[in-house]
């Protein structure tokens, strides 16, 4: 058991190699379910099950993932903050599910899914493979995050407006300029606003810091355009 929780793996995460492959058409059938099965889910009993089931998973989680990083001796105040993108989209999801709450969800459905989808497509676990914990905790607590928002969507009936589109950029803005200054204060790197990450990734392509930020906002915006799309189809019909 040990290997599967040590510091890092012998072997190298391959982008698109069959775990990773398999690992995404899980999660891929995971949301066609709750799609298939939206109206048994939506009766008083399935639903509370189910989401706190979600609910559960997503925190259980989060608390998986630093109790590990304490326990391998990694956990510090520089790195390990739930402050990066997916940690706080986990969190939000979790009690936007928990509470049905519209509010939450206007937030989540953007910033959450449109992150959580990035990263499980370019993860950014280059030393951990299929079984280890990290890989394992990366997809779950990211799958989770978008399974939560479809949830609320398929089950719930949740449906976001152009002005929900608009209100998460905001507050994703917002959200940054603050952790930027929180960078500066404390010398980290969430978000990989204050410097680009290490392992390769998308910012490599955009440009040396801090001129790759502003591709980045392009980015953003037209990710929430794309997840928009099917709802401004469907209001569009009406």
């Not at 939506?42 to 099950?49: G, K, M, V």
């Not at 998986?64 to 990083?69: E, K, M, R, S, V």
Request: proline share 4%; charged share 15%; hydrophobic share 55%.
């Amino acid at each position: 058991m040990e290997r599967y929780f040590e510091k890092r793996n012998t072997e190298v995460f391959v982008l698109f190699s069959i775990e990773h492959l398999i690992t995404l058409l899980v999660l891929i059938i995971l949301a066609f379910l709750i799609f298939i099965l939206r109206k048994r889910l939506r009766l008083s009993r399935y639903d509370d099950l189910s989401r706190c089931f979600l609910f559960f998973i997503l925190i259980l989680s989060e608390i998986g993932l630093h109790l590990w990083l304490y326990d391998i001796g990694s956990w510090q105040l520089k790195y390990s903050l739930p402050l990066h993108l997916s940690s706080i989209s986990l969190l939000l999801s979790a009690f936007a599910l928990l509470f049905r709450s519209f509010f939450l969800f206007e937030l989540t459905y953007f910033i959450g899914v449109g992150s959580a989808l990035q990263a499980m497509i370019t993860p950014d676990i280059s030393f951990y493979t299929f079984p280890h914990f990290r890989y394992v905790h990366f997809f779950i607590s990211h799958g989770a995050t978008v399974l939560a928002n479809l949830y609320l969507v398929f089950v719930t009936g949740f449906k976001p407006t152009l002005r929900s589109l608009w209100k998460a950029f905001i507050v994703l803005n917002i959200y940054t300029g603050i952790i930027f200054i929180l960078n500066l204060a404390i010398g980290s790197n969430y978000m990989y606003i204050s410097k680009k990450p290490v392992n390769p990734s998308m910012l490599d392509y955009l440009g040396p810091w801090p001129f790759y930020i502003l591709p980045l906002e392009f980015i953003a915006l037209g990710t929430f355009f794309i997840l928009y799309l099917p709802f401004w189809l469907i209001f569009r019909r009406k």
